[in-house]
């Protein structure tokens, strides 16, 4: 990533940043004064978030302002993790620390020995580097092996061995957090942490300092501590012990989104889709994930992530690339029949009811059919579409599937009365092109199949629709 400079001048030395007028200030105020400038200019804090700016946003805006360590409680797939890398964006964009200093210490106010020592040895010559806001945001993902040596700090035998002391402060080597000072340090999935070692958090949240192997060191630090944990975690894979969760401001639940509208939106800005996909088929997979995340046949205690709907319409665009290279259609447009061709890619990232055992790809099925009936209702609903049943009216069929070219399926339809009005409902322009024409056709088919008014046959990998 390509960083740029200060559009100030750079102060190069302690004594430069004092006659700059710069002043030091915690991390927790930082954040608050860019927080509530955010809030008075009307733009939002917290990019690339959707559906949360009337339940979980209010509450972590609060609580920032009100200088707390945060957990974020939710299933897996709420966007937890994107939720506290935004905090980034709240720090400055350059914050001054002492040079060389591993825990980036506060030019006026040093707290590491050896930043103390070149203090008193410098004075206003004391060389200082400017950090970037993006350096300042730390994230472990706790695991069982994770030790106290790792989030806090150890004994440095390259020091002890090159002749300093066990007593000496300087033979420790400093852990994530420390290192995290005057910044932001993430922890995802806190259950995961050993007890023993959530304990070695306690200093941390509550005295803001730590303790490394009995050392009679005492390290203020200013960080700003959030963590994420699942509720299913508390009873199966560990939990947040009660004295670490009562060190902790605030206590965020997240959840997953309940509307439409931001669902797709939520698709279309994490999905890298490598064909056209068409809103009407990103409504059907959203409608489809949310049915999954209401099925009695689903465990709903382990959720259904936001990344199997992005994880769906990915492959959804793949399969439609697919089509596009296998038959020499000049577009990769996704088509209504790409969508249960996906479902074997999908089994894995959803847990079921123990009683569903041998169902799993039948009730993904069945609820997806539902979710594309639905769509088609919601999206055409009060045209006439007697247009398309006529072309069965005579014992005509129409035959598609993921490798039919675009221009054999409208071959066989041709001519239509009220297609123009099912692309204008699809939101296509009256320039659509063939691929897009193709995408609306087969959604009608199925649609009209779905619906009870034409018939419908599986034949040899293709699909046949037909007069009932």
């Given at each position: 990533m390509?960083?740029?400079?200060?559009?100030?001048?750079?102060p190069a030395?302690?004594?430069?940043?004092?006659?700059?007028?710069?002043?030091?200030?915690?991390?927790?105020?930082?954040l608050r004064?860019?927080?509530?400038?955010?809030?008075?200019?009307?733009?939002t804090?917290?990019?690339g978030?959707?559906g949360?700016?009337?339940?979980?946003?209010p509450?972590?805006?609060?609580?920032?302002?009100?200088g707390?360590?945060l957990?974020?409680?939710?299933?897996r797939?709420?966007g937890?993790?994107?939720?506290?890398?935004?905090?980034?964006?709240?720090l400055?964009?350059w914050?001054?620390e002492?040079?060389g200093?591993?825990?980036h210490?506060?030019p006026?106010?040093?707290?590491?020995?050896?930043?103390q020592?070149?203090v008193?040895e410098l004075?206003?010559d004391?060389?200082?580097?400017w950090r970037?806001r993006t350096d300042?945001y730390t994230?472990?993902?706790?695991?069982?092996?994770t030790?106290v040596g790792?989030?806090?700090?150890d004994?440095?035998?390259?020091?002890?061995a090159?002749?300093?002391?066990l007593?000496?402060?300087?033979?420790v080597?400093y852990?994530?957090?420390?290192?995290?000072?005057?910044?932001?340090?993430g922890?995802?999935?806190?259950?995961?942490?050993a007890?023993r070692i959530?304990v070695?958090l306690?200093?941390?949240?509550?005295?803001?300092d730590?303790?490394?192997?009995g050392?009679?060191?005492?390290?203020?630090?200013d960080?700003v501590?959030?963590?994420t944990?699942?509720p299913?975690?508390y009873?199966?894979r560990?939990r947040?012990i009660t004295?670490l969760k009562?060190?902790f401001?605030?206590?965020?639940?997240?959840h997953?989104?309940?509307?439409?509208?931001?669902?797709?939106g939520?698709?279309r800005q994490e999905?890298e889709?490598?064909?056209?996909?068409?809103?009407h088929?990103l409504?059907?997979l959203?409608?489809?994930?949310?049915?999954?995340?209401?099925?009695?046949?689903?465990d709903?205690?382990?959720?259904?992530?936001a990344?199997?709907?992005?994880?769906?319409a990915?492959?959804?665009?793949?399969s439609?690339?697919?089509?596009s290279g296998r038959?020499?259609d000049p577009?990769?447009v996704?088509?209504?029949?790409?969508?249960p061709?996906?479902?074997?890619?999908?089994l894995?990232k959803?847990?079921?009811e123990?009683?569903?055992?041998?169902?799993?790809?039948e009730?993904?099925?069945h609820?997806l059919?539902?979710?594309?009936?639905?769509?088609?209702?919601?999206?055409l609903s009060?045209?006439?579409?007697?247009?398309f049943?006529?072309?069965?009216?005579?014992?005509?069929?129409?035959?598609?599937?993921?490798?039919?070219?675009?221009?054999?399926?409208?071959?066989?339809?041709?001519t239509?009365?009220?297609?123009?009005?099912?692309?204008?409902?699809?939101?296509?322009?009256?320039?659509a092109?063939?691929?897009?024409?193709?995408?609306?056709?087969?959604f009608?088919l199925e649609g009209?199949h779905?619906?009870?008014?034409?018939?419908?046959d599986a034949?040899?990998g293709?699909?046949?629709?037909g007069?009932?």
């Amino acid at each position: 990533m390509t960083i740029s400079t200060p559009a100030h001048p750079t102060p190069a030395t302690v004594g430069q940043l004092r006659v700059s007028g710069y002043e030091s200030r915690p991390v927790a105020a930082e954040l608050r004064a860019n927080l509530m400038s955010r809030l008075r200019q009307g733009t939002t804090a917290f990019p690339g978030i959707v559906g949360f700016d009337d339940t979980v946003l209010p509450e972590l805006e609060t609580a920032l302002l009100a200088g707390h360590d945060l957990v974020l409680l939710g299933e897996r797939g709420q966007g937890k993790t994107r939720l506290m890398r935004t905090l980034t964006q709240l720090l400055d964009e350059w914050s001054p620390e002492v040079a060389g200093c591993e825990i980036h210490d506060d030019p006026f106010t040093p707290v590491c020995v050896r930043c103390q020592g070149l203090v008193v040895e410098l004075g206003d010559d004391l060389p200082i580097s400017w950090r970037h806001r993006t350096d300042r945001y730390t994230e472990k993902l706790a695991t069982p092996d994770t030790s106290v040596g790792d989030l806090i700090g150890d004994v440095d035998p390259v020091k002890v061995a090159q002749g300093r002391t066990l007593g000496d402060p300087e033979t420790v080597h400093y852990g994530l957090v420390p290192r995290a000072n005057r910044g932001v340090f993430g922890l995802n999935e806190l259950p995961d942490l050993a007890e023993r070692i959530q304990v070695a958090l306690f200093n941390v949240l509550e005295e803001r300092d730590i303790q490394v192997r009995g050392y009679s060191l005492r390290l203020p630090l200013d960080v700003v501590l959030v963590v994420t944990a699942n509720p299913e975690d508390y009873t199966n894979r560990g939990r947040i012990i009660t004295p670490l969760k009562d060190r902790f401001g605030a206590e965020i639940r997240t959840h997953y989104l309940s509307n439409l509208a931001d669902e797709v939106g939520l698709i279309r800005q994490e999905a890298e889709l490598v064909a056209e996909v068409g809103d009407h088929l990103l409504e059907a997979l959203a409608r489809f994930t949310a049915s999954l995340r209401s099925s009695a046949s689903i465990d709903q205690r382990s959720g259904v992530s936001a990344r199997f709907t992005i994880a769906a319409a990915e492959a959804v665009a793949g399969s439609a690339l697919r089509r596009s290279g296998r038959t020499g259609d000049p577009e990769a447009v996704a088509r209504v029949g790409d969508l249960p061709a996906v479902l074997p890619t999908l089994l894995g990232k959803v847990e079921f009811e123990m009683g569903e055992e041998g169902r799993e790809r039948e009730v993904l099925e069945h609820l997806l059919r539902m979710a594309i009936a639905t769509t088609f209702r919601d999206r055409l609903s009060g045209l006439d579409l007697s247009g398309f049943t006529a072309v069965f009216a005579e014992g005509a069929v129409v035959e598609t599937g993921d490798l039919v070219p675009a221009n054999e399926l409208l071959s066989q339809l041709g001519t239509v009365t009220g297609l123009a009005k099912v692309l204008d409902r699809l939101g296509y322009a009256d320039s659509a092109s063939r691929g897009q024409v193709a995408a609306a056709a087969e959604f009608v088919l199925e649609g009209l199949h779905l619906t009870r008014r034409i018939d419908k046959d599986a034949v040899g990998g293709r699909t046949v629709y037909g007069a009932r």
